[in-house]
């Protein structure tokens, strides 16, 4: 569970969270929608520690961030990262490590796991992102959408309670983004709590139990995918989602 209160946030004074209050709940899947520059990739970062904040307060179980720099709360940090798994939008593989070498680098370094069962841990988590035969595969002679899938296994091998995802379809083909639904799908049922920043709309239709809009900093919008997607009550929101009014037809040459 997350949850933040009145978390705000400047870049070079000018505000870039207005004030975010929100609840993250076990076996919840939220959304995280809006224009470019809203604010998503910002938000999902302060939830763990991955950014700094200058107001608000960010509670992770029993952990808590505060104001101000975060390096300067590393204890606090490592035991919500431990807990908190990040999908960054560029992936950030290691390259000198093969697909199944990503996946059970941090479980064996960082959580302690035997090599033996990590790998085979890891084995398992390709196999459920389709990538069984590409193990032994290095960064460089993979696809984007298999690096993509790499860095979800990853994730995923650290077994993390809250799971953060910014644009974790970007790379994929239509078949792989239902692939992707079916797994978080089944970690959502057994209580995962995701949060993915996306604008892939069915992802948000299919998988999400409740949708966010962001703007300016602000959420200007909550609610059902079924109720947001289809029946937005904010203007920004319309626009976003391409929506708005029609524009009256120009007669050429009138
Ligand atoms: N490191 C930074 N330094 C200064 N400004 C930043 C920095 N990172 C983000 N911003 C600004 O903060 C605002 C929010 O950015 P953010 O990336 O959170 O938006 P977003 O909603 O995720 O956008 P997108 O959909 O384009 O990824 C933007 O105006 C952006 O220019």
Redo the contacts with the bound molecule.
Sequence with gaps: MIEVERLSKR??G?L?LDGIDATFSPGEVTALV??????????LRCLNGLESFDGGVVRVGQDTLAPGDVRAQGEQVRRIRRRVGFVFQQWYLFAHRTALGNVTEAPVHVKGVGRREATERGRALLEKVGLSHREDAYPSELSGGEQQRVAIARALAMEPEVLLMDEPTSALDPERVGALIDLLEQLRADGLTLVA?T?EMRFAHELASRVLV?HG?RIIEEGSPARVLANPHHERTRAFLGLGRVPALRTVGA
Excluded: E, F
């Excluded at 809006?34 to 938000?43: A, D, E, H, M, W």
């Design positions: 870049y070079d000018r870039v809006g224009p470019s520059g809203g604010g998503k990739s910002t938000l920043v604008h962001l900093g």
